[in-house]
């Protein structure tokens, strides 16, 4: 008895092929997100962390303070799977930061008079290795411009509740250098200061182009969004 019709051999190549291809899409995804986690690292915040003691009356924080240990900086970018929604930033840090600022005081009022601050951009680590290569070369080419630079250009007046112990708000305008590219920006600051440190934490979204960079695609399938955002966690120590 014969149960069906045997299929011809170009309906069986049909169906064999878009087997493959069904298996081919779904094991790039399964790499993918082996590849690329889910989960990443949150932005950099002051605003949730406990309130530090306030500044010991008497204290002098004007002077030279440079960069700590604590310190980081890097990236933050939006990835696109092909078709599918992106799921988690990728996120690349690195403390090799040097530099620092210079802080005058007049009364209950604190000025950042200076500051600038150079980050090896070679140096970014993210989850996973393969990006860290990737953007050595296409991106942000960090292999050809090793560092970004910050330079305050506008001095910077803190409110005298920053010697509360509290997180102030507050915006550093200056000459960002990424990418060789040299931009003027103002970057939304928060800042906290005690006897010993000062904490300043920030970022900034621009478009790549803004600095010359063409936003990365990997074989067209791993892509990111238009827009990347530099952050940072300065401490500052007493130099």
């Known amino acids: 008895m014969r149960l069906g019709r045997p299929k011809t051999k170009g309906g069986f190549a049909l169906t064999v092929g878009a087997g493959v291809v069904v298996v081919a899409v779904l094991a790039f995804v399964v790499i993918y997100f082996v590849l690329f986690p889910t989960s990443s690292p949150k932005p950099f915040s002051l605003a949730s962390t406990t309130a530090a003691a306030p500044v010991t009356p008497g204290t002098r924080l004007a002077g030279r303070w440079t960069v700590a240990s604590g310190s980081e900086a ?17 996120v690349g840090r690195t403390s090799a930061i040097t530099g620092g600022a210079t ?5 209950r009022i604190v000025r950042v008079t200076a500051s600038s601050f150079v980050i090896a951009v070679n140096t970014l680590k993210s989850n996973e290795a393969q990006r860290d290569e990737h953007i050595q070369t296409i991106g942000l080419q960090s292999a050809t411009y090793p560092k970004a630079t910050f330079v305050l250009s506008d001095p910077l007046t803190l409110p005298a509740s920053a010697l509360n112990g509290g997180v ?3 915006a550093a305008t200056g000459i960002l250098n990424i990418h060789g590219t040299a931009k003027r ?4 600051v928060q800042m906290r200061l005690t006897d010993s440190g000062i904490e300043a934490v920030g970022s900034l979204t621009f478009p790549w ?17 238009s827009t ?12």
């Open 168 to 170: 102030v708000r507050t």
């Open 209 to 225: 182009g803004e600095f010359n960079m063409t936003a990365p695609s990997v074989g067209g399938f791993v892509n990111v969004t």
């Open 185 to 188: 920006v103002t970057i939304p």
């Open 103 to 107: 802080v005058a005081e007049s009364g």
């Open 228 to 239: 990347a955002t530099m952050e940072f966690d300065l401490h500052l120590a007493r130099a």
């Open 74 to 90: 890097g990236y933050r970018v939006r990835e696109k799977l092909g078709f599918l929604p992106a799921e988690s930033d990728a």
